[in-house]
């Protein structure tokens, strides 16, 4: 920093950062924030010495009204619930003229509003005048939003920003609605206009182009007083100005914002961490907003028409928000798509965060001490890209082999990456256990593998100890899955009949008598069965191709002529599923739809109950040792 500019910083006021996560932050959440979730957060931030709070719907006042969005409380139970937990701040929220009225602002003031911030395009906001002396009347701050500021230029916002101050405006907001400005941009539309209007000055920005902090600093350079934040940057499109990143940056600066740094990172971590971390809130569409001043609310009528002309949607966002900052017309919409060549399709392909390693991967096993080190290194660099935890599954093999052991990848899929080792003997299992304990989230002890291996020597579970083993069965998580599987498709496809080829478990084949009207089975039964099951001996008995069936389940691979007869055997409009990878069948029934079942797919979204379990007996564990 400068000595200019430090001696310029010290002899400001302080500056407000006004905090929006619980309005503009609903952008993020599809309007849902709760009563609960705004009386907790506006505490916090109260606490934190935050003196300006905006709440509500991120669109403003009367905006679920209007149908804009719903929310689960009303406008004036936000403010009390706020105002309630944040007696010493002043509570506000958004209004755009058009949107809410002027009874539900004086409504909002009886809930106990402080300001509000009357928002109007910057082409029209003459609009929001009336509203400024409305809610001065009422004895509200009033505060005038200059809605996309870049559609007009500077010398016409210096202009109009003294005509809002004249209005009764308590500040001015310059605002970067699709994110694209840059600092030079900011400095000449607060130079201007610092000159032209005696009122205060604020800006709001978005990162689109991740100049919205640099931004808000060139904001305070050129004399705004209020900045506009959010934690996390939670918000519309790209997200807003992250407030625990502009207090760090602030306060290296000099600018005092009466905030602690330490304590606003942690409330940011706590409260609204576990929401960031299940959404992504910059991506490409992002960029093409930013770099043509396009606003994210025009998003799903340009959508529409990328969809209906088959044109590539961010070369049609980039030409309309080029053609007109402000507003969309339909006609110039629907002229310009059919103008654009078509989109181009896409092919597949890996991405950084795929698993690759040479010689594993799904159908591919390999039998070395080498190939379970290459799995376990393909599951730690994959996990360090995707912030997900590597888990490995030991199986016994089903007779003891002292020098077995295969390796090979079940999924890599959102929080877990999976990897299988069989093993055929408790010295291989030693082994392997000693190559990946330091590496390993997770061990899962796969009880339907070899009966030799049901119990595990207590000097092999010491290895990694047993708080990080977890056992699993994993043909009874299969069973589970084909069972869900099959109750969806005889909703979808009819329950008439199914034709089971191969010989079902007992457990399945009676799920499989309680879902459909009538089960064919092509192979052996397993004792006592349903009445309404019976066996298919021979396919070559005519009186079975009346059956009609609306699905087959392959439970093994047929060869050619059962294939044939098992098409002939089902409806014109029947499927297959198969209860595994069998390539030749599928070719054969090519006309056919064929749902294939990956075993490695029943593990799906297992992860997080197991880590339940796991967290749950280390709890109880702790509470006894406790207690003794």
Known sequence: MTDQLALQLSKRERIDILECTLRDGSYAVDFKFTENDTAVLAGVLAKLSFRWIEVGHGVGLGAARAGKGATLSSDERYIEVAKRAAPDAQIGCFFIPGVGTADQLKSARDAGLDFVRIGCNATEIEAAHPYLAQAKKLGLKPFLNFMKTYAISAEEFARKAGDGAAAGADAIYCVDSAGCMFPEDVRRYFSTARDQCDCALGFHGHSNLQFAVANSVEAIRCGATFIDTTLYGLGRSAGNVPTEVAVAVFEHLGIDTGVDLFEVMDAAEEFIGPLVSQMQLYDMMSVAMGCSQFHSAFL?????????????????????????????????????????????????????????????????????????????????????????????????????????????????????????????????????????????????????????????PETVENIVGSERILPVRSKRLF?????????????????????????????????????????????????????????????????????????????????????????????????????????????????????????????????????????????????SVVAQ
């Not at 049609?316 to 900052?325: E, I, R, S």
């Not at 376990?376 to 912030?387: L, N, S, Y």
């Open 300 to 456: 799903p009528r340009v959508a529409a028409a990328a969809r209906k002309r088959g044109v590539e949607l961010r070369r049609l966002v980039v030409a309309m928000g080029k053609l007109d900052p402000v507003d969309l017309d339909e006609n110039t919409l629907n002229r310009v798509a059919r103008s654009m060549p078509k989109a181009s399709s896409r092919k597949s392909r890996e991405t950084l965060t795929s698993f690759s390693v040479p010689g594993i991967s799904s159908y591919s096993i390999s039998s070395s001490l080498s190939s379970v080190q290459s799995l376990v290194d393909g599951m730690i660099a994959t996990c360090a890209k995707r912030r997900a935890r590597p888990v490995l599954e030991l199986v016994a093999a089903e007779s003891h082999s002292p020098d077995l052991v295969l390796a090979d990848l079940i999924l890599a899929d959102g929080p877990v990456v999976l990897g299988r080792v069989v093993y055929g003997s408790f010295e291989m299992l030693e082994q392997v256990l000693s190559m990946t304990a330091n590496h390993v989230s997770l061990f899962l002890n796969d009880k339907d593998g070899g009966p030799w291996a049901a119990q595990w």
């Open 479 to 623: 069973a589970c899955y084909l069972e869900e599987v099959l109750t969806t498709a005889a909703e979808r496809y009819g329950n008439f009949c199914l034709l089971v080829y191969g010989t079902p478990p007992t457990a399945l084949l009676r799920h499989c008598c309680e879902i459909f009207d009538n089960v064919a089975v092509y192979g052996d039964l397993p004792g006592e069965v349903p009445g309404n099951c019976w066996q298919i001996r021979d396919f070559s008995d005519r009186m079975h191709f009346d059956l009609r069936s609306g699905i087959a389940l392959l439970l093994c691979p047929p060869d050619s002529a059962d294939a044939g007869s098992v098409d002939q055997l089902l409806s014109a409009n029947g499927v297959v599923i198969t209860s595994g990878h069998f390539p030749r069948v599928e070719a054969e029934l090519s006309g056919r739809p064929v749902l294939r079942l990956d075993p490695n797919h029943a593990y799906r979204g297992q992860m997080d109950r197991w880590a339940a379990i796991s967290n749950l007996m280390k709890t109880a564990e702790r509470s």
